[in-house]
């Protein structure tokens, strides 16, 4: 490995300056991804591992960035387990068949990844060819109950009401539902892992739409089930939980080598109360990358200043980049990172 | 005052049971407000005290609260600022003219709140009189934050990248428009007291959206001059600072005898940062409402044991109503709330 600094930082080792990578870095606003997009559709993109390879590189290339993330949606296993995903126009992830009855979730399969999603296998094994040793490669799932809302709501939500009222007025319907998500998804990172991934990040990127109490009641034991088994895969877990750090306590509770926050806390605060037996990544907050680059600079400064000279963390945004985003400061916040960071 | 113990308990005096109200509990969820609704468009019922009154009116004698808060919108201060506000259907507010340069803010008119919204003030004074002692007014406005990204944005917001830019971007233009809004919403608030208002609430519904470094930078001191200039007229004063739970020390700072909060923290934590000498308002999900009664009540006593007997809670929601919720289950969360915080 040429580039090892993000490993390192996993495991909290000593690192020459701080590593970053960027929530999908791989995306809309780089120019040299739209000149793709135009011409296939996302869901194309994601099944193509020429494709999807492509570009999971282009960032590495441009931004020079710390790691590479595949490039893949947390709703890939949907098709799978059975389920309908179509990606409307700028409406995102619709599922026209949700799933609410105990009916709903005995139909669920639970297929061997490679079986259910080979492209993904696929571009995983062609990106570490291609990458050769530059940078690790990070695979990645959603979590469980993230996942789940989209199940259970066909699509994305602001409010996750029948989630939520699935989740309190039929308990038994929940669990079936998260048991079956959690190891179709178990499978799916353990074979990321297997294809090549270096390091896995799991995304709750809507569990903050819950309450302390439910999230322990009805979320983490399947959070944690699927962590926990991968403790003996051999490579870093970051788990991320959106919008959740009022109860990070628990999100620690419920695992991960790596714990990602979002922009809402600072991150010295959040550290102290992750325990320094974990890293942590973050935490700028996306649309920075909007603002001056003085701007950009004071503010990189500041987050490496809280997270101090302690090893283990990487940096990140607190959420994924905005499409609109300049690439020339995303560049400029890469640059930022590594020049003030420098030990 | 026949039933005083929503203001008790928002001085901290002792009081027989908890007292209870609901945010937006004049809304669309009562059938009582349907049928008005349906022969009104929401300005028009804003506008007209009688139609106010009659909805402010309507959740006292239905579900038995201990506070009325008037019926109003938080954008209802634009129009005298000369900020063409509209509601789109099912669309929410909408503002053909977003304020983005400083011309746009030297034009921002800052008028007397009995001139610039008298319906409010006409409301305020009916609703005492109907009312008759039997419960005290709540009145309220929107935070300086909150009334600027819908400013800036022209309307409601996921993201607040246009708000966000510009106070990066131009400070200078955003302190010239927090300064003109904070001196409207203070002059909205003193007015709603000397018309009756017996206590009044301050929403920063949307603040969440912030780091804490730029809360404190950019939000605070506006939320600030408000809150202090509130301290002398004589009422208690609600600081609800939605999804900012996080960054909860800052919220207090800003000021408010009683802090508001949403149900991403449990409630003892909160109080133990918010600190003992202010009382507390909060926190259950609203969603908790599609929960079967016997749910509801168990989280209601949840919420009242992490509160204890200490004096200074105000039973509430984490955040508005939803429109779909039964009122059968809003009636047994007042209910369950009396029966089981009686002292």
Redesign the interface.
């Known amino acids: 490995m040429q580039n090892d600094r993000f490993l390192k930082a996993c495991r909290r080792e000593q690192v020459d300056c701080t590593p970053v990578w960027l929530m999908r870095q791989a995306g809309r606003y780089m120019p040299e991804y739209m000149a793709i997009r135009k011409k296939y559709d996302f869901l194309t993109m994601c099944k193509t591992p020429e494709l999807a390879a492509e570009v999971t590189l282009q960032p590495i290339n441009r931004l020079g960035v710390d790691a590479a993330i595949l490039f893949a949606d947390i709703l890939l296993p949907l098709e799978g387990m059975g389920i309908d995903l179509k990606f409307a126009k700028n409406e995102g992830p619709v599922i026209s068949n949700p799933v609410r009855t105990i009916q709903d979730v005995e139909q669920i399969r639970i297929l061997e990844a490679e079986e259910a999603t080979p492209y993904v296998m696929e571009a995983i094994r062609l990106i570490r060819k291609e990458l050769d040793g530059r940078v690790p490669l990070i695979g990645f799932s959603g979590a469980p109950f993230t996942v789940a809302s989209y199940i259970i709501e066909g699509g994305g939500s602001k ?3 029948n989630c ?2 699935l989740m ?2 039929a308990p038994e319907i929940w669990d079936a539902l998260m048991d079956k998500i959690s190891q179709v998804l178990l499978k799916y990172l353990k074979a990321q892992i297997k294809a090549g991934a270096q390091a896995v990040q799991m995304f709750d990127s809507w569990v ?1 739409a ?5 999230y322990e009641t009805y979320v983490m034991p399947y959070s944690r089930y699927v962590l926990d088994a991968l403790k003996d895969e051999g490579v870093p877990v970051i788990h991320f939980a959106n ?5 990070l306590e628990s999100v620690v509770k419920a695992g991960g080598d790596v714990i990602g926050i979002d ?4 991150i010295d ?1 959040a550290w102290s109360r992750i325990g320094y037996d974990k890293a942590i990544q973050g935490n700028l ?1 996306p ?2 990358l ?3 680059p003085e ?1 950009i600079e004071e ?1 990189v400064k ?1 987050i490496l200043e809280m997270a101090g000279n302690r090893p283990g963390h990487i940096f990140n945004l ?1 959420h994924g980049i ?1 499409k ?1 985003t300049p690439v020339e400061n995303a560049i400029a916040l890469v640059e930022a990172v590594h020049k003030y960071s420098k030990r």
């Open positions: 409010e996750y009401k939520k009222t309190w007025k903050g819950l309450s302390p109490d439910d919008n959740a750090s009022t109860m922009w809402r806390i600072n605060a907050d649309f920075t909007f603002a001056p701007l503010k500041r607190g905005n609109e």
